[in-house]
C-alpha cells in the first residue's frame, strides 16, 4: 500500500521558518519525481515545488523562489520543503505529490498524494 505522510506543518509568524517532510513507503521512491502543492481555503491547489528523482534538478513557483527549498533523501524516502522567511499568503494547507513527470504543475500529473499538512502564517 502506497502511503505518502506529510508532516511539519504549524502556526508561524511572518518572517518565519518552517520545515515540512513527505515520508514515502510502499512504492519505490527513487523512481519517482516529487513535488509540493498548496491550497488556500477556497482556492485550487496550486505547484510549489517539484525535485527530480535524484534530487539533482528542482524548479519553483514564483511565488516562492528563493524563500524555499526542496530537497530528497532517498535513503530515508523522504523529501522536505524548507521554508523561509513565510509570508501570511503562503498560509494552506501543503500536500507532497508523486509522480513520473518532472516540474508538472499539473496536480493530474501525479500517481500519489499525501494528507496535507496545514501551515498557518501570522501577520
Known amino acids: 500500500q502506497v502511503q505518502l505522510v506529510d508532516t511539519g506543518g504549524g502556526l508561524v509568524q511572518a518572517g518565519g521558518s518552517l520545515r515540512l517532510s513527505c515520508a514515502a513507503s510502499g512504492l519505490s521512491f527513487s523512481n519517482y519525481h516529487v513535488a509540493w502543492f498548496r491550497q488556500a481555503p477556497g482556492k485550487e491547489r496550486l505547484f510549489v515545488a517539484a525535485?527530480?528523482?535524484?534530487?539533482?534538478?528542482?524548479t519553483y513557483a514564483d511565488s516562492v523562489k528563493g524563500r524555499f527549498t526542496i530537497s530528497r533523501d532517498n535513503a530515508k524516502n523522504t523529501v522536505y520543503l524548507q521554508m523561509n522567511t513565510l509570508k501570511p499568503e503562503d498560509t494552506a494547507v501543503y500536500y507532497c505529490a508523486a509522480g513520473g513527470i518532472y516540474g508538472s504543475r499539473w496536480t493530474a500529473a501525479y500517481n500519489y498524494w499525501g494528507q496535507g499538512t496545514q501551515v498557518i502564517v501570522s501577520s
Open positions: 525535485i527530480g528523482r535524484s534530487g539533482i534538478s528542482t
